[in-house]
């Protein structure tokens, strides 16, 4: 009970920060609104979706609409790691705990430019 505690603490120096909210807000908003956009496009995605670019031409390339949605939970879910130890680390060293929090919203922004462009491709 007391590691939530203090995490609680490190939690609220950090976001008392602004840029670590404004960052941590416009990051959380931008998955939200992600998320809701696939729900209302998702009976207009094709059943095969190009996600694999770096692999040959053809099958090897095509996923199901469910993998795009696996790669923004896998971004929401690094975002967060990144984000947990930018509260850890925010007491110790502010530049530290802001590239933490900064490399956990390029990992976001750069999934959802690629879902945009996957979306855009096939719509």
């Given amino acids: 009970m007391k590691y939530i505690d203090k ?6 120096l950090f976001i008392a920060d602004r840029a670590n909210w404004l960052t941590f807000r ?6 939200i609104i992600v998320f809701f956009a696939m729900l209302f496009l998702w009976r207009r995605l ?16 095509i996923v199901s609409p469910l993998a795009l949605a696996g790669v923004l ?6 975002f967060a790691i990144n984000n947990f130890f930018a509260i850890l680390t925010w007491r110790k ?7 933490f929090s900064l490399g956990g919203t390029s ?8 879902m945009i462009k996957i979306i855009f491709m096939v719509t």
């Fill in 46 to 61: 094709p059943p095969e979706l190009p996600l694999y670019y770096s692999l040959p031409w053809g099958k090897e390339q």
């Fill in 26 to 31: 416009i990051t959380i908003t931008m998955i």
């Fill in 107 to 114: 990992i976001v922004v750069l999934t959802i430019i690629t």
């Fill in 7 to 12: 995490l609680k603490e490190e939690y609220a």
């Fill in 73 to 78: 939970g896998l971004s929401t879910i690094l």
């Fill in 93 to 99: 060293n502010g530049f530290f705990s802001r590239i």
